[in-house]
């Protein structure tokens, strides 16, 4: 089988099975990059609802939705984060034209009047502090993964980094008491200025099949 029918197998295959075909694969996965150098374009505020209203759509544990997300596009106020950052991820900040905090809200399920209506669950978290935390950050970093793809799957790119958690929590965080989780420079990459893909694990190196 030449290469030209095993892709038309894979279009067949994916108008029947609901599978994406190849072109969007790589644009989520196989070609898609982490990115350091930006383009001087900026990244429109519609398109910063439509991320938002794209990832909110993922699943989490019992709807509790709890990341939240600070979109910092303003000079002013990068220039209040850039000092926040690792000194290796401050020019990469600087220079992108949008930067998401993904911060999860502990007291997520005070709004679970609204997320969950048909059942009242409440109380599974405020009496068990421990697993109301870890709900909180497994279902908000979740959350942060499906900013992620989203963001791909509408052409942007995106530069996930680390940052100084207690002090952007105090300078952007305050009054809402949420925790950061990671921040995500976004915007239009620069190819020309990537490195050479790094090596991923072999499906027998970190998966088990049972």
Not at 52 to 80: H, I, Q
Not at 118 to 147: C, K
Not at 169 to 181: I, P, V, Y
Request: hydrophobic share 40%; with cysteine; aromatic share 10%.
């Amino acid at each position: 089988m030449t290469s030209a029918d095993r892709t038309l197998e894979r279009t067949n295959a994916a108008e029947v099975s609901g599978r994406l075909d190849d072109r969007a694969l790589d644009q989520l996965f196989r070609e898609a990059r982490s990115f350091s150098f930006w383009q001087e374009r900026p990244v429109e505020e519609s398109v910063i609802q439509e991320l938002y209203d794209l990832l909110k759509m993922g699943p989490t544990s019992a709807n509790t939705s709890p990341a939240r997300f600070v979109f910092v596009r303003s000079e002013e106020a990068k220039a209040r984060l850039v000092p926040l950052m690792p000194e290796m991820n401050q020019e990469k900040t600087r220079s992108a034209p949008l930067v998401a905090l993904v911060a999860y809200d502990p007291l997520f399920h005070q709004k679970l009047g609204k997320l969950m209506p048909y059942r009242d669950i409440t109380h599974w978290f405020t009496a068990n502090p421990a697993f109301s935390e870890q709900t909180a950050r497994q279902s908000g970093t979740l959350q942060g993964a499906y900013l992620i793809m989203a963001a791909r799957s509408l052409g942007l790119d995106c530069g996930p980094m680390l940052g100084d958690n207690q002090k952007i929590e105090a300078e952007f965080f305050t009054g809402r008491g949420w925790k950061l989780n990671f921040v995500c420079a976004l915007g239009y990459g620069v190819r020309e200025k990537l490195y050479g893909r790094l090596p991923r694990l072999d499906f027998d190196e970190a998966a088990v099949l049972l």
